[in-house]
Structure formats: C-alpha cells, structure tokens
C-alpha cells in the first residue's frame, strides 16, 4: 500500500510539472494549433483565447499514450473564458512547442 502512495504522489508531481510547462509554452505563446482543434474552435464557437484560459485555469486529468507512436498527449480541463467546462489535448511536439491536438466542450 505504501509503494502505491508513493507512485501516485510520483504521478501527481509528473502531471504538475507538465501543466507548469504547458502554462509556460502558453505565456510564451510557443504553441500551434492543429487544423482539427481549429475546427473545433469554429463548431463550438471558442476562440484561440479559450485555449489559452483552459490550459492557464486547468489541470491535467489523463495521460494517454499512442500506440503507434508512443507519444504522449494530456487532457487538461479547464474553463473558457465565459466559465464553461472544456478540455484541450496536447503534447509538448517538436521544437519543444505545445501542439494543440483538439479542444472541446465538456
């Protein structure tokens, strides 16, 4: 019991030191949006600055991992700027600058 403390500890301080890195890309505005979360954006009437709030207000709540790739993408949930519930997906990409895969409302 003690090691599964230990490893979700682990898991919470790798998740805060991403969300810290996401939210610096973000300040920084080192970061690019997929075409799909451009789409998105327009389906659901959000703006670019949403993105920015989501990640700057949000937490990371799920790693996952491509099968394919092995890349690993987060879902950070946030709000918008309005205050609605949403979520991005990304991943820190080549360049080291934060890909936005896709945004959506929750």
Do not use: P, W
Request: overall charge neutral; some cysteine.
């Amino acid at each position: 019991a003690a090691r599964r403390g230990a490893t979700s500890v682990h898991l919470r301080a790798m998740a805060q030191a991403t969300i810290s890195r996401f939210r610096q890309l973000i300040r920084s505005l080192n970061y690019v949006v997929s075409t799909h979360a451009a789409e998105e954006l327009e389906d659901d009437n959000l703006s670019i600055l949403d993105i920015e709030n989501i990640v700057l207000t949000g937490q990371i709540t799920e790693r996952q991992r491509d099968a394919q790739t092995r890349e690993v993408k987060c879902v950070v949930t946030g709000v918008t700027l309005d205050g609605s519930a949403a979520e991005v997906v990304a991943k820190v990409g080549f360049g080291g600058k934060l890909f936005v895969i896709t945004v959506y409302l929750c």
